[in-house]
């Protein structure tokens, strides 16, 4: 969903961000970086909960991306292990604070268990209004758009579209996201400034912000400085304004 130039948005109503920095923070404290990751979701749970307050709707947070499976085999169990204590320890609460709760990505690779418990999370939490929160899991942004391409290519050969007919607008309701706004703002934590196959397409016109702080120092006061630099930055969406 995309917001015309005309209408100027000062509200930050979609967040997503690059979560990244774990490792280095264990790093930086002599520690494995098992630990890094187990602060960072407490940062997590931090997060979520101050974003209502701050007017985001939709919280979308890149938890464990396609080409993650290539970290050691230890961390990956690890960031595996984090995900079930996350989604059996954490859903009864979101759900009390009125959050939906939604995983974007490839679910093939994930384990039964895991799919079972976001299958539940998902149904648990699909009523609720308060913030949509979205866990990107072995998500690559590359992916979902082959997958959507894939998509519109299977109905061009059933004769269900034209060809001549593909627009934008056809290949985003064929994304993951199809049914929420793109995002306003894209924040990545630890000084990094890329978006390492994170919603390429979504973020064509989304404010970028990249922040020193490693993700487990992330706060919601944090959090609250990126929307206030948000709410004072010009979109124009390729317009020239005034």
Same mark, same amino acid.
């Given at each position: 969903?995309?917001?015309?130039?005309?209408?100027? +948005?000062?509200?930050?109503? &979609?967040?997503?961000?690059?979560?990244?920095?774990?490792?280095?923070?264990?790093?930086?404290?002599?520690?494995?970086?098992?630990?890094?990751?187990?602060?960072?979701?407490?940062?997590? @749970?931090?997060?979520?909960?101050?974003?209502?307050?701050?007017?985001?709707?939709?919280?979308?947070?890149?938890?464990?991306?396609?080409?993650?499976?290539?970290? +050691?085999?230890?961390?990956?169990?690890?960031?595996?292990?984090?995900?079930?204590?996350?989604?059996?320890?954490? $859903?009864?609460?979101?759900?009390?604070?009125? $959050?939906?709760?939604?995983?974007?990505?490839? @679910?093939?690779?994930?384990?039964?268990?895991?799919?079972?418990?976001?299958? &539940?999370?998902? #149904?648990?939490?699909?009523?609720?209004?308060?913030?949509?929160?979205?866990?990107?899991?072995?998500?690559?942004?590359?992916?979902?758009?082959?997958?959507?391409?894939?998509?519109?290519?299977?109905?061009?050969?059933?004769?269900?579209?034209? +060809?001549?007919?593909?627009?934008?607008?056809?290949?985003? #309701?064929?994304?993951?996201?199809?049914?929420?706004?793109? +995002?306003?703002?894209?924040?990545?934590?630890?000084?990094?400034?890329?978006?390492?196959?994170?919603?390429?397409?979504?973020?064509?016109?989304?404010?970028?912000?990249?922040?020193?702080?490693?993700?487990?120092?992330?706060?919601?006061?944090?959090?609250?400085?990126?929307?206030?630099?948000?709410?004072?930055?010009?979109?124009?969406?390729?317009?020239?304004?005034?």
């Amino acid at each position: 969903m995309n917001v015309g130039a005309d209408q100027q +948005p000062r509200q930050a109503r &979609h967040v997503a961000i690059i979560m990244d920095g774990n490792g280095r923070w264990a790093q930086q404290r002599g520690l494995p970086r098992v630990f890094g990751h187990r602060q960072g979701a407490d940062a997590v @749970r931090e997060v979520v909960k101050a974003a209502p307050d701050l007017g985001i709707r939709y919280l979308t947070l890149f938890a464990f991306s396609s080409e993650n499976w290539c970290r +050691p085999r230890d961390e990956v169990v690890e960031l595996m292990g984090l995900l079930r204590r996350y989604l059996r320890k954490e $859903v009864a609460e979101l759900n009390a604070n009125g $959050v939906r709760l939604r995983a974007i990505g490839d @679910r093939s690779r994930l384990d039964r268990d895991i799919l079972d418990l976001i299958n &539940h999370a998902e #149904a648990l939490t699909a009523g609720n209004d308060t913030l949509d929160l979205m866990i990107a899991l072995n998500y690559g942004a590359k992916n979902e758009l082959v997958d959507a391409c894939r998509a519109l290519a299977h109905e061009v050969a059933e004769g269900k579209i034209d +060809p001549s007919a593909i627009d934008a607008d056809l290949l985003t #309701a064929r994304l993951q996201t199809a049914d929420i706004p793109d +995002p306003d703002l894209i924040i990545r934590t630890s000084g990094e400034q890329r978006l390492s196959n994170f919603l390429l397409w979504q973020a064509a016109y989304s404010e970028l912000m990249f922040v020193d702080t490693l993700w487990p120092d992330f706060t919601a006061g944090d959090l609250s400085a990126a929307v206030g630099e948000y709410r004072r930055r010009d979109r124009r969406y390729g317009a020239v304004v005034g």
